[in-house]
C-alpha cells in the first residue's frame, strides 16, 4: 500500500523530519527481523520521542486504516517485527532512557527502546540488575523484549520477562493511554499486565516500562557436566531438579554443537562426549557451596567466562555444520526430556537429517537445529516434515509450539495444533477490545482460522471512536 | 428475582437433589461472606461435582437471565461471594479433589474448592508445600484464592497467589470452556492466566487449578523487633529491604495491637513497645545465619509458634478495643512506610478515633484498623471520612486502594479514585469478551460508573449464542 503525501506530512508534523524514514534505502534496514526468510518492507518507518507522539502515530493510523507495525531493536527471531503488508513502522530506537531508578522499591521506569544490558550496567554499582538476560541482550530493546516475553540461560532461577515487569504504559491500538500494573505488588481490578507482555504489538504500543531490579548474587559459580549420551544429561537434569536444586542456568549442547563450538571457539567443552551441561549456581557462597556437592560428582570444575563464550556464540558456529538451518523452538514438561530427546533422534533418523540441540535444559525449552542443504532435492522438504512432526511431539507429550521466541509470522499455522477453535476464537475477541480496527502487527500471532474472525486484516470501513465492539 | 420452578427443576437435573439449596434456612448460610456489613440471600445454592456440570449451570442461567455468584469458602473480606440481587450461587465446596501431583514438574492439578492447607499437607513428606498462606488457610479454598489473588504472612518472599498459579480451567460467563496457561513456562499466545486470577468471579467460573508447588526451607528462624514507635519500626523495614534480605514474612503490629494481644492470647510480645516486627527467616540455615546477623543487632530470639499465635489470632482480640471496627486494607509502595504511619496517626487524631495497625509491613500492605462506637452520635460518620482520607492518602503516595482482600463491593466506588475514564472502560470492555450478558458475579468488582457502560446488569436482551460482541 502507497501512503498518501497527505498522511507522511501528518506524520513528519508529529515526529520531525529527523524521525520519518521513507527513502526506500531507509526503509530497506526494516524489511525483516533475525528470521530472515521473511521479508517486507514497511511504506515508512517513523521514529517517536514521546509517548504523546506515539499516540498521535496512532490516532492518525487509524483515522486513514493503515497498519502499524512496532518494532525494538529487530532481534527478533519468528518474523514478527516486519511488514508483510507495509504500512506504518514504529521504531522506539529513539525512546531509550531509563526514566528513574527506584533503589529502595527495587524497580525501574524505561522507555521501550532502552538497551537491555543498559539497565544491568546503570544498577550495577548500586549491588542491582536486570535478570531477564536473552542472548540478544547487549541489542535488544526492554520494550522488544517485553513484547515477546523473552527468556533466557538465567530465566530459570530467575523467571522470564513477564515476572520482572511490575507495570506498563501502553497506547493501544484504539490510541488510548492505558496503565497497567504499576511499582505496588497488587492493584483492584483486571491484571492485565500479563496479556500485553508476550502481545508481540498485537494489541498496542509499550511507550513506558516499570521493571524490577534484582540483588546481584552473592556469589557465581559455573559447572560443566560431560556425558555420553543426550539421553542420560536430560536425566541428570531431571535428577538435579528433583533434589530441590534450581541453578541460575542449566544448558545443554549436545555432541554436534559441542564439535562445532569446539573448532570454532574453543571453548574448552570435552569433544568426545555425546552432551555436555553447563549448570550455573548463584547466590550466597555458603548456599553455592551447599549445592554444588550433589553436582560435582558427575562434574569437574571449568573457567566461567570461556563456558559461557561457547554457549553464547552457538549460533555463530553453525555455519560450518550445515549450509541451512532451521532453529526451531518449543517446550516440554521437564520430566519428558529424556522421552523428547530419543523422539527427536528418531525423526532425524527417519529424514536423514542432522538434528542438532543446544538449549535451555532446565526449562524444558528445546532448541533443535535442523540441518539441510537446500540445493539438495527434496532435502528443504523433509526439513520442514521433520519439522512438524517436532511440534507433534512436543503437543503430545504436554508441552508448547512455542518457548521463549513467540509466534510471530513463523508459528501462527502452528497455533490451531494446541488450542481448541474456543480459545482462539476468545483470542480473537480479547485482541479486539484493544484493537477494535485491527490496525496493530497484523498478520501476526493469530492465524488464518474460522475461529479468529476476519484473520485481523485491517478493518473495511473505521468504526466510529469510542465504539463498544 | 424468584427462579421458575422450570429452571430449578432444570438445575436439579444437572447437580442431583443433593447438589441443589432452595430451603430459606439453607440459604441464609450463604446470605454473607466475612464482610458483615453487605448480605443479600441467593435464590438458590448449587454444588456441582464436575467442571461438566459447571458448564451447564452457566449456559442455563444465561439462557434465563440469572446472575451467577461463585462462591469458594465464602472466607472473603470485600463481600464478594455473596448475592445482592439474588440469583444462583454456585458453591465449588463438593468440587475439592486434588487431581494430580506431578512431582517431577513440581506442580499439582487441584479443584477449586480443595482447601488450601490441605494441599501442603498432601506434600510435605515429599518436602513440598503451597505458598500461599493466607490467615484463613485452614479453611479457604484455592479457587477462592485464586479469584481473589489472596495474599498472606509469608508472600513477601514467596509471592502472591497469581505467582504461584500456572494454569486455569474456566467455564466463561458465555459458558465456554477456556484453558489458560498451563504446566510448561510459557505458551503461545496471549497471557489470560493473571487476567483471571483476582477476577472476583466476574469474568468466569474457576473449575481447576494447576499450582506451582515450593521446595521446604531447610530451616526457619523467627525475630522479634520492638520499637519506640511505628515509625522507627517502618525505618526498620526499609533498612532491612535496602540491605539486600528478603525475609520470608516481615509483620508490623502496633502498641494498640500488642496489648490487645497480650491481654487476649499472651503471645509474649513486650507491652511498652510502639511496635514490634515480626521477622521471619527461611532457607538453607547458612543463608539464615548470615542474614540474621544485621537484623539481629536490633533483636531479640523468642519463641515461633507463639510469636505467630499472636499475629494470626489478631483479628480474635480485636473485640477487647473498641465495639465496632472497620478492617481496611491498602497499600503503598514499601518506601513510604514512615510517611503513611505518620499519616495514618494525624487522621486518627482529626477525627478522633483510635487507628490500630497490625499488617504486612515488607509489601507495604496496610491494615489500619479504625475503632468506633456506632452507639456514640457522629462516630460512624467520622469512622467513614476517616476511611475515605486513608484511601486517598494511599494513593497519593503512590499506593492502591485494595491490597490483598480484593474489590468485591466494599471497593467498587473507589475504584475511579484509582483509574483514569479510559482505564475503567478498558476494563468493561475486557469484561463483555468473558461474560457478554454481564451475568457473572454482577454488581462486583467494576464500578457504576459511566465509563463502565451498563455496569454489568443482566442484558435485558440476550445476545444469540456465539455473536460476536
Known amino acids: 500500500m502507497a501512503l498518501t503525501p497527505q498522511l507522511l506530512r501528518a506524520l513528519q508534523d508529529i515526529v520531525g523530519p529527523a524521525g520519518l524514514v521513507v527513502s526506500a534505502e531507509g526503509r530497506l534496514t526494516y524489511e525483516c527481523d533475525m528470521h530472515t526468510f521473511y521479508k517486507g518492507t514497511p511504506d515508512a518507518v517513523v521514529l517517536p520521542e514521546s509517548a504523546a507522539q506515539v499516540a498521535a502515530i496512532v490516532r492518525l493510523c487509524r483515522r486513514e486504516?493503515?497498519?502499524?507495525?512496532p518494532r525494538g531493536s529487530g532481534t527478533g527471531l519468528i518474523g514478527g517485527a516486519m511488514a508483510p503488508e507495509g504500512g506504518v513502522m514504529v521504531s522506539m530506537t529513539r525512546m531509550n532512557r531509563i526514566v528513574e531508578l527506584d533503589f529502595p522499591n527495587r524497580c525501574a521506569t524505561v522507555q521501550p527502546g532502552l538497551i537491555n544490558l543498559w539497565l544491568s550496567q546503570a544498577t550495577r554499582e548500586r549491588g542491582y540488575f536486570f535478570a531477564p538476560d536473552p542472548s540478544s541482550q547487549m541489542v535488544s530493546s526492554i520494550g522488544g523484549n517485553a513484547s515477546t516475553n523473552a527468556g533466557g540461560p538465567h530465566c530459570l532461577k530467575y523467571g522470564i520477562t513477564v515476572n520482572h515487569v511490575l507495570g506498563l504504559e501502553v497506547v493501544t491500538g484504539a490510541g488510548e493511554f492505558v496503565q497497567l500494573g504499576g511499582k505496588t505488588h497488587e492493584r483492584p481490578g483486571y491484571d492485565l499486565t500479563g496479556v500485553m507482555v508476550g502481545a508481540e504489538g498485537t494489541l498496542g504500543l509499550v511507550t513506558g516500562v516499570i521493571v524490577r531490579l534484582t540483588h546481584l548474587p552473592e556469589g557465581v559459580k559455573t559447572i560443566l557436566a560431560s556425558f555420553s549420551s543426550i539421553e542420560d544429561a536430560s536425566e541428570a537434569?531431571?535428577?538435579?531438579?528433583?533434589?530441590?536444586?534450581?541453578?541460575?542456568?542449566?544448558?545443554?549442547?549436545?555432541?554436534?554443537?559441542?564439535?562445532?563450538?569446539?573448532?570454532?571457539?574453543?571453548?574448552?567443552?570435552?569433544?568426545?562426549?555425546?552432551?555436555?551441561?553447563?549448570?550455573?549456581?548463584?547466590?550466597?557462597?555458603?548456599?553455592?557451596?551447599?549445592?554444588?556437592?550433589?553436582?560435582?560428582?558427575?562434574?569437574?570444575?571449568?573457567?566461567?567466562?570461556?563456558?559461557?563464550?561457547?554457549?553464547?556464540?552457538?549460533?555463530?558456529?553453525?555455519?560450518?555444520?550445515?549450509?541451512?538451518?532451521?532453529?526451531?523452538?518449543?517446550?516440554?514438561?521437564?520430566?519428558?526430556?529424556?522421552?523428547?530427546?530419543?523422539?527427536?533422534?528418531?525423526?532425524?533418523?527417519?529424514?536423514?537429517?542432522?538434528?542438532?540441540?543446544?538449549?535451555?535444559?532446565?526449562?524444558?525449552?528445546?532448541?533443535?537445529?535442523?540441518?539441510?542443504?537446500?540445493?539438495?532435492?527434496?532435502?528443504?522438504?523433509?526439513?520442514?516434515?521433520?519439522?512438524?512432526?517436532?511440534?507433534?511431539?512436543?503437543?503430545?507429550l504436554g508441552g508448547s509450539v512455542t518457548g521463549e521466541h513467540g509466534v510471530g509470522l513463523d508459528k501462527r499455522a502452528s497455533l490451531p495444533m494446541q488450542f481448541a477453535d474456543s480459545d482462539l476464537n476468545f483470542m480473537a475477541r480479547l485482541r479486539r477490545v484493544f484493537d477494535p480496527d485491527s490496525i496493530m502487527n497484523p498478520g501476526k500471532l493469530l492465524p488464518s482460522h474460522p475461529a479468529c474472525g476476519e484473520g485481523f486484516r485491517p478493518a473495511a470501513r473505521p468504526l466510529p471512536a469510542g465504539t463498544w465492539i
Chains 1, 2 share one sequence.
Open 65 to 69: 486504516h493503515v497498519p502499524i507495525v
Open 237 to 396: 537434569v531431571s535428577a538435579i531438579i528433583r533434589a530441590g536444586i534450581i541453578p541460575a542456568a542449566l544448558e545443554m549442547l549436545d555432541e554436534v554443537v559441542i564439535r562445532a563450538i569446539e573448532e570454532g571457539v574453543g571453548a574448552g567443552y570435552p569433544k568426545g562426549a555425546g552432551a555436555v551441561l553447563l549448570i550455573e549456581l548463584d547466590g550466597p557462597i555458603a548456599e553455592i557451596e551447599a549445592q554444588s556437592g550433589p553436582i560435582e560428582t558427575i562434574c569437574r570444575d571449568a573457567e566461567r567466562a570461556l563456558l559461557w563464550k561457547g554457549r553464547k556464540e552457538a549460533a555463530g558456529v553453525f555455519g560450518r555444520l550445515t549450509p541451512n538451518w532451521l532453529l526451531q523452538d518449543a517446550v516440554v514438561p521437564r520430566s519428558k526430556l529424556p522421552q523428547i530427546m530419543k523422539e527427536v533422534a528418531a525423526i532425524g533418523a527417519r529424514h536423514h537429517l542432522v538434528i542438532a540441540n543446544v538449549f535451555h535444559a532446565g526449562d524444558g525449552n528445546l532448541h533443535p537445529l535442523i540441518c539441510y542443504d537446500d540445493r539438495a532435492p527434496g532435502e528443504l522438504e523433509r526439513a520442514k516434515q521433520a519439522n512438524e512432526e517436532l511440534l507433534a511431539a512436543c503437543l503430545a
